[in-house]
Nanobody
Framework: QVPLVESGGGSVPAGGSLRLSCATS????????MAWFRQAPGKEREGVAAIRSDGSTNYAASVEGRFTISKDDAKNTLYLQMNNLKPVDTAMYYC?????????????????????WGQGTQVTVSS
């Protein structure tokens, strides 16, 4: 089991910023692919941003240029910097991880490709 603990959610006005954090631990940290997903009420979970074990990233088109995913290996922490937030960004945000050594394909923004999930942190953007 891989612990994933999100924090940093909150309520902000449109145009505001938040930084989400996902603290984790475990021996497989250096080989993990990690990602942020979000789910709004009544909608399916969608991929927001992913970062592979080699540091390469990809983003959903809806957040490209506004959100930045990064990780601090010394702190075993994943981040999501969210700028210019919009009401449509309102959702529960989840951190996800999978050990890159046991998968055959890059999961990217496909939720089915991730094995471990955090409990989520709520982000609410008011207009």
């Amino acid at each position: 089991q891989v612990p994933l603990v999100e924090s940093g959610g909150g309520s902000v006005p449109a145009g505001g910023s938040l930084r989400l954090s996902c603290a984790t631990s475990g021996d497989s940290y250096s080989t993990r692919h990690m990602a942020w997903f979000r789910q709004a009420p009544g909608k399916e979970r969608e991929g927001v941003a992913a970062i592979r074990s080699d540091g390469s990233t990809n983003y959903a088109a809806s957040v490209e240029g506004r959100f930045t995913i990064s990780k601090d290996d010394a702190k075993n922490t994943l981040y999501l910097q969210m700028n210019n937030l919009k009401p449509v960004d309102t959702a529960m945000y989840y951190c996800a991880a999978v050990d890159g050594r046991i998968i055959r394909a890059d999961p990217a923004l496909n939720a089915r490709g991730y094995e471990y999930w955090g409990q989520g942190t709520q982000v609410t953007v008011s207009s």
